[in-house]
């Protein structure tokens, strides 16, 4: 008897009937259906509030009270609560000053629910803003009210310190503050007075110089924060102003003055003195104490923030600087600087009457710089 196989699909099954052929017909055997399997789909359950959930807390540790300082671990925590009906998967987001730094998805949040989204980030100096999110971008379909009010919250001017240096800055105000005071003497203008044939350098005529000051400060002193280079830029300045603007000198080289002696017009040009220069220590300065290393010192740690005036080492430094500086100014003053390039312009009364005669320079202006190293 011969053997056939016959291929038959059944409900996606590949079946294998054997037959049998007699007299040259082909039965086939009969087959019993196969059993009928029924599933049924599930629905996962949605969640039927319109407001699906809110921030209840967005807060960055250490507080600012606390002077956080860079490449410190700055712990900033994210709270929200599930106010569905059902759990859920909520993404979240930490932004720093408009960079997102951290986002994530909390699983499976029980309905009602609050939890936590954290993170650590190694601080850097500066001011900064964060702000928090939930589901920023409204992937499960909020639609409530005041969903902005729910769901974002900021935390603002932060600041982080930069670790103070302050050898360093010390350092570099002492080379800013020589080369600023130089600048502030080169540029000067001093003037005064001509009575007859003497001349008077007149208080709060020392003027320029002041804003020369800030430039030399900040390019020597770096990285230095801001608020520590005005530190010693305003206080420098403030120096220099109050010793300048009440400096005076009289006999200021015009008493040998041949040129003006006898002069054959009713006026002098502006004319060289005969001794055009005149050291500064024969003049004088009611704001002379202004330089004084204690004085300065304390007028800049009135203006260093407190975190970095109290940091180690602050107080050593600033009196080092103050200290510099008040050495300098001393010696300047006492010898190597000078009132210079003096010349005059005046009136020659005599020549205004009848007939008139040629005569002194009674009255007149005197114009000079200030010159010698600092």
Request: aromatic content about 10%; some cysteine; charged content about 10%.
């Amino acid at each position: 008897m011969a053997v056939s196989r016959v291929f038959r699909w059944t409900a996606g099954l590949l079946v294998l009937v054997p037959s049998v052929a007699v007299q040259g017909q082909i039965t086939t055997q009969k087959i019993s259906p196969l059993p009928t399997t029924t599933q049924t789909l599930m629905v996962a359950p949605k969640c039927t509030a319109t407001s699906k959930y809110h921030i209840t807390g967005f807060y960055v540790l250490p507080r600012q009270t606390a002077n956080p300082v860079a490449g410190q671990g700055v712990e900033i925590y994210l709270n929200f609560t599930n106010d569905c009906n059902i759990a859920m998967n909520i993404p979240w987001r930490i932004d720093r000053s408009g960079q997102t730094i951290a986002s994530g998805v909390a699983a499976n949040v029980p309905a009602g629910q609050q939890t936590e989204a954290k993170f650590i980030w190694p601080a850097t100096a500066g001011t900064h803003n964060f702000a928090g999110y939930v589901d920023p971008s409204n992937t499960l379909g909020d639609t409530g009210p005041d969903r902005s009010g729910r769901t974002i919250r900021w935390q603002t001017a932060y600041t982080v310190y930069a670790i103070p240096q302050w050898t360093d800055w010390a350092n570099t105000a002492k080379t800013g503050a020589q080369n600023g005071i130089r600048a502030a003497i080169a540029q000067a203008t001093v003037k005064g007075s001509i009575t007859g044939a003497y001349g008077k350098i007149q208080r709060g005529n020392v003027d320029g110089g002041i804003g020369y000051i800030m430039g030399p400060v900040y390019t020597a002193m770096g990285t230095a924060p801001d608020a520590i280079k005005l530190a010693f830029v305003n206080s420098l300045k403030d120096a220099w102003n109050n010793w300048a603007t009440n400096f005076e000198m009289t006999n200021v080289g015009l008493l040998s003055w041949p040129t003006f002696a006898v002069y054959p017009n009713v006026s002098a040009p502006w004319t060289l003195a005969a001794a055009p220069t005149v050291q500064v220590k024969f003049g004088g300065s009611t704001g002379d104490g202004s330089f004084g290393a204690a004085s300065l010192a304390a007028l800049i740690k009135s203006r260093v923030p407190a975190f970095e005036a109290g940091y180690p080492g602050a107080d050593a430094a600033i009196n080092s600087v103050a200290q510099f500086v008040s050495d300098k100014f001393s010696a300047w003053k006492g010898g190597g600087g000078s009132v210079c390039s003096i010349q005059g312009s005046g009136t020659v009364p005599s020549m205004a009457g009848a007939p008139p005669v040629p005569g002194p320079v009674m009255n007149g202006s005197i114009m000079a710089k200030l010159c010698g190293d600092f």
